[in-house]
């Protein structure tokens, strides 16, 4: 049975382009494995907080010395890389905020990221302890930021890739909705986009 870990990170709720785009994602992929189990992480309702001296004095006190305000202070970190750990398949929809991705999907991020833990160094370099995943990023954008001129500004793929395969999630398959503020697109933008995702072969 494949574990589905689905991470939506808009402020927008239902309204977002990115979860309506993870969502058609998760459908297909229920279909794919229709004994699959599903988790829903809703970053946008239910934000992790942002790092500070608490949090990484807690990081890396070694569990034996850890007092019961550290582990506490830990816990959410903690649940995140056990459910991020058990997930077969990961699905995060990324909304493109100021040519980055949004500052709650970060915060996640940080809480997974932790030395010793989901990542470690070795005489050959870092390496990288989340492995064996299938992760999907669900990209939403008002511009195209894929190609063209406004390519370099995007940081949410680039960021990304290069993180969560720091981690070790190397396998990321990207979908995107674009254009969805520019006028002759817009209208047609989702369904463009949904329709990938219906003919990709899961």
């Not at 500070?52 to 816990?75: C, G, M, R, S, Y």
């Not at 997930?87 to 940080?110: C, E, H, M, Q, R």
């Not at 500004?153 to 993180?163: K, P, Q, S, W």
């Amino acid at each position: 049975m494949k574990k589905i870990l689905n991470i939506t990170s808009s402020a927008k709720g239902e309204n977002s382009f990115s979860s309506k785009l993870s969502t058609s994602i998760v459908e297909k992929l229920q279909t794919q494995y229709p004994d699959s189990s599903l988790q829903t992480l809703d970053l946008g309702k239910n934000p992790f907080p942002h790092l500070d001296e608490v949090h990484l004095a807690a990081f890396f006190t070694p569990e034996n010395l850890q007092t019961d305000d550290d582990k506490e202070t830990i816990k959410i970190s903690n649940e995140a890389i056990k459910e991020t750990m058990e997930a077969d398949i990961i699905v995060i929809s990324v909304p493109l905020y100021n040519f980055g991705i949004p500052s709650t999907l970060k915060s996640w991020i940080d809480h997974i990221a932790r030395a010793g833990v989901t990542f470690t160094y070795t005489e050959n370099g870092p390496e990288g302890l989340i492995k064996n995943k299938k992760v999907y990023l669900a990209i939403a954008s008002g511009g195209i930021y894929s190609e063209g001129p406004m390519k370099p500004f995007d940081f949410t793929e680039t960021y990304l890739r290069a993180v969560l395969g720091f981690l070790g999630m190397t396998d990321i398959t990207v979908f995107r909705v674009e254009g969805t503020v520019i006028p002759e697109i817009k209208d047609t933008a989702v369904t463009k986009a949904l329709g990938i995702v219906t003919e990709f072969a899961f």
